[in-house]
């Protein structure tokens, strides 16, 4: 989409769509008369049709004198933070879907009241930029959305050229969760644990330096003990990667922060196998690896002054005659024996040894995502993670920044008293518990072993990384690229 801003005034553009937002409370009608009266009498008798009155999410087409037609668009009375912004995400994905109604190409939105900011601008371009976001890989026909072309007025030039610094550093962003969705989107047969490390070599190739990549083979993973990652991957005809990013900081730094992300490209259940409603989505169990590629794909151009990792165990999660069997024992790179009696709780077992690694880089804090547990949804519903933390002020800033960012998620306790239930009798833990009961709860008290006390936080995205169905105007059925945003706005303050 190309979308740009500048000094201008709505009335005095054409395009086939012209963007009025307006507040609750405000009078539409005196409105027309001052600035469209040609309008007015006919916008008279709709606005009383459809009972408009600008309630946030309410709009009216008033179909075009000349070549235009105007869309107004009710944005509430809330006029600043989170409330605010995510009116002006949604709204922008209403505009996405009225166009394609419209069959409009051309859109131009009236940005001229000073409740407007650089933050308004890029609300409304993530919604306008997810909203437009379509996965035809697969289909011999790409339709693109039809809304094509967007342009924002500003009051004057000085406002005009922030906007246009908010929609470039937007528009980045809004790539990266776009691509981490294409990442998710993509059927498990072409999402290869291969096919997740060439994504990853790609964002290095395209990074001007900025980003590395090292790839761990199965005999690589091997030499370096990680008996848990590699017991999940031995049911697997493709061939497990591991693999690490990492951005060395353009600006001097003593910070180092670990991301982890769940790399499980398909997750049968291996010989715990799933029913098969529940295996019907499993292509999302690699979300967590999408959120830490995806995020690296926007380092060169943010360069964030903090040196970042991105580390992600990828394997599928297959029953074979060479799978991991319940009861069976494996050894974790740290030291650490796990008996497994669920092959279906795989994601703590490759994150164990993942987490491992993530400690011997020393690092200032490390965060995980991970499509972890089938408890986070019955505990928060789809659209929230859960977030477990040793740390108070990484899980304070985290909290925030998905705050920020529009994007759900909520504190789970670490409760001490729980660890006996992942102890085993014959083993030093165990991969289940044996109750059905806060079962986000123990999986994150298993992680918390391998994080060695560091700073850490565990974000159980299992929810909100995959739509079943539409959650908002702007994010569709499917990947949703969770996570992107929280961590760019988590990094600057970190
Ligand atoms: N990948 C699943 C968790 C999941 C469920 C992700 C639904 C997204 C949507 C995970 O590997 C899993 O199967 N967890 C089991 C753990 C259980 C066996 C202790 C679960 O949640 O049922
Ligand atoms: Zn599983
Ligand atoms: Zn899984």
């Given at each position: 989409?190309?979308?740009?801003?500048?000094?201008?005034?709505?009335?005095?553009?054409?395009?086939?769509?012209?963007?009025?937002?307006?507040?609750?409370?405000?009078?539409?009608?005196?409105?027309?008369?001052?600035?469209?009266?040609?309008?007015?009498?006919?916008?008279?008798?709709?606005?009383?049709?459809?009972?408009?009155?600008?309630?946030?999410?309410?709009?009216?087409?008033?179909?075009?004198?000349?070549?235009?037609?105007?869309?107004?668009?009710?944005?509430?009375?809330?006029?600043?933070?989170?409330?605010?912004?995510?009116?002006?995400?949604?709204?922008?994905?209403?505009?996405?879907?009225?166009?394609?109604?419209?069959?409009?190409?051309?859109?131009?939105?009236?940005?001229?009241?000073?409740?407007?900011?650089?933050?308004?601008?890029?609300?409304?371009?993530?919604?306008?930029?997810?909203?437009?976001?379509?996965?035809?890989?697969?289909?011999?026909?790409?339709?693109?959305?039809?809304?094509?072309?967007?342009?924002?007025?500003?009051?004057?030039?000085?406002?005009?050229?922030?906007?246009?610094?908010?929609?470039?550093?937007?528009?980045?962003?809004?790539?990266?969760?776009?691509?981490?969705?294409?990442?998710?989107?993509?059927?498990?047969?072409?999402?290869?644990?291969?096919?997740?490390?060439?994504?990853?070599?790609?964002?290095?190739?395209?990074?001007?330096?900025?980003?590395?990549?090292?790839?761990?083979?199965?005999?690589?993973?091997?030499?370096?003990?990680?008996?848990?990652?590699?017991?999940?991957?031995?049911?697997?005809?493709?061939?497990?990667?591991?693999?690490?990013?990492?951005?060395?900081?353009?600006?001097?730094?003593?910070?180092?922060?670990?991301?982890?992300?769940?790399?499980?490209?398909?997750?049968?259940?291996?010989?715990?196998?799933?029913?098969?409603?529940?295996?019907?989505?499993?292509?999302?169990?690699?979300?967590?690896?999408?959120?830490?590629?995806?995020?690296?794909?926007?380092?060169?151009?943010?360069?964030?002054?903090?040196?970042?990792?991105?580390?992600?165990a990828a394997t599928e999660n297959m029953p074979s005659g060479k799978a991991i069997r319940p009861g069976d024992i494996v050894?974790?790179?740290?030291?650490?024996?796990?008996?497994?009696?669920?092959?279906?709780?795989?994601?703590?077992?490759?994150?164990?040894?993942?987490?491992?690694?993530?400690?011997?880089?020393?690092?200032?804090?490390?965060?995980?995502?991970?499509?972890?547990?089938?408890?986070?949804?019955?505990?928060?519903?789809?659209?929230?993670?859960?977030?477990?933390?040793?740390?108070?002020?990484?899980?304070?800033?985290?909290?925030?920044?998905?705050?920020?960012?529009?994007?759900?998620?909520?504190?789970?306790?670490?409760?001490?008293?729980?660890?006996?239930?992942?102890?085993?009798?014959?083993?030093?833990?165990?991969?289940?518990?044996?109750?059905?009961?806060?079962?986000?709860?123990?999986?994150?008290?298993?992680?918390?072993?391998?994080?060695?006390?560091?700073?850490?936080?565990?974000?159980?995205?299992?929810?909100?990384?995959?739509?079943?169905?539409?959650?908002?105007?702007?994010?569709?059925?499917?990947?949703?690229?969770?996570?992107?945003?929280?961590?760019?706005?988590?990094?600057?303050?970190?």
């Open positions: 989409m190309d979308i740009s801003a500048r000094k201008s005034l709505l009335w005095e553009e054409t395009a086939d769509i012209l963007v009025l937002p307006f507040f609750e409370g405000g009078n539409l009608i005196h409105l027309l008369e001052r600035e469209a009266p040609s309008l007015a009498p006919r916008a008279k008798e709709m606005i009383k049709a459809h009972e408009f009155t600008g309630k946030k999410g309410q709009n009216l087409v008033l179909p075009g004198a000349g070549i235009s037609n105007l869309l107004v668009l009710g944005l509430g009375s809330e006029k600043r933070g989170p409330v605010f912004a995510e009116v002006l995400r949604e709204s922008a994905g209403q505009l996405v879907q009225i166009a394609e109604r419209l069959m409009a190409k051309s859109a131009v939105i009236d940005f001229r009241d000073r409740v407007f900011t650089p933050e308004s601008v890029q609300a409304f371009v993530t919604g306008l930029e997810l909203g437009a976001y379509r996965f035809h890989d697969f289909k011999k026909e790409k339709k693109e959305a039809k809304l094509q072309e967007v342009m924002i007025t500003a009051q004057d030039g000085l406002i005009a050229r922030s906007f246009t610094k908010a929609l470039e550093r937007t528009r980045v962003i809004n790539e990266a969760v776009n691509l981490a969705r294409t990442l998710v989107n993509t059927p498990a047969k072409d999402m290869t644990p291969e096919h997740l490390a060439k994504a990853a070599l790609e964002i290095a190739k395209s990074s001007e330096g900025k980003v590395k990549v090292k790839v761990l083979n199965r005999e690589a993973c091997a030499k370096k003990n990680m008996g848990a990652f590699l017991a999940v991957a031995q049911g697997a005809e493709h061939e497990p990667k591991f693999i690490h990013l990492s951005y060395i900081s353009p600006r001097p730094t003593k910070k180092t922060l670990v991301l982890v992300g769940k790399g499980v490209t398909f997750d049968s259940g291996g010989l715990s196998l799933k029913p098969a409603d529940a295996m019907m989505s499993m292509k999302c169990d690699m979300a967590g690896a999408a959120t830490v590629i995806g995020f690296f794909s926007l380092l060169n151009s943010l360069q964030p002054r903090v040196n970042i990792h991105g580390l992600v050894k974790v790179s740290n030291g650490a024996t796990v008996e497994i009696l669920n092959t279906d709780a795989e994601g703590r077992l490759t994150l164990a040894d993942a987490l491992t690694y993530a400690v011997k880089l020393e690092p200032t804090a490390i965060i995980d995502f991970a499509t972890l547990t089938g408890a986070v949804i019955v505990a928060l519903g789809e659209e929230i993670s859960g977030l477990m933390t040793n740390n108070k002020a990484l899980g304070k800033n985290l909290l925030e920044s998905a705050k920020d960012a529009g994007e759900k998620l909520w504190e789970l306790p670490l409760e001490p008293h729980y660890r006996d239930l992942i102890l085993s009798d014959v083993a030093d833990y165990k991969n289940i518990t044996g109750t059905r009961y806060g079962g986000s709860l123990t999986a994150g008290l298993f992680l918390q072993e391998f994080v060695a006390d560091l700073p850490w936080a565990h974000l159980d995205i299992a929810g909100p990384a995959y739509a079943e169905k539409p959650i908002t105007s702007y994010l569709a059925k499917g990947g949703t690229g969770y996570g992107i945003r929280t961590l760019v706005e988590f990094i600057e303050k970190f």
